[in-house]
């Protein structure tokens, strides 16, 4: 089974930093993809940053030269593990939102439908 912790989210003013982390347990395949998305209230999940196994990245434009997507790979003798990271700098009161952590093991897609494990959420909120 694959599992998805989030964490890192909180409150912070405008113009700060933060990291989201994601820990990646259970990965079934070396061909994945590992996504951030993110949830303004009401709306629909919408793509932020996602690198996939070959270290392609790729951004939302709200959030290109802001955000940051990074991984690291830790394979032991029994399990396989990423932590995937999401540097955000230079927050901007729209930047508020649940922040998800999503894989899917398939070609690229940038589209919250086409991933099947999630993570549980962070909120992250940015105060003017």
């Known amino acids: 089974q694959v599992l998805l912790v989030e964490s890192g989210g909180g409150l912070v003013q405008a113009g700060a930093s933060l990291r989201l982390s994601c820990a990646v347990s259970g990965r079934t395949s070396s061909y994945y993809l590992l996504a951030w998305f993110r949830q303004h209230s009401g709306n629909e999940r919408e793509f932020v940053a996602g690198i996939s196994w070959s270290g392609r990245t790729d951004y939302a434009d709200s959030v290109k030269g802001r955000f940051t997507i990074s991984e690291d790979n830790v394979i032991s003798e029994d399990n396989a593990r990423n932590m995937v990271y999401l540097q955000m700098n230079s927050l901007v009161p729209e930047d508020t939102a649940a922040y998800y952590c999503?894989?899917?093991?398939?070609?690229?897609?940038?589209?919250?439908?086409?991933?099947?494990?999630w993570g549980q959420g962070t909120q992250v909120t940015v105060s003017s």
């Open positions: 999503a894989a899917r093991f398939g070609p690229w897609s940038l589209r919250a439908s086409d991933y099947t494990y």
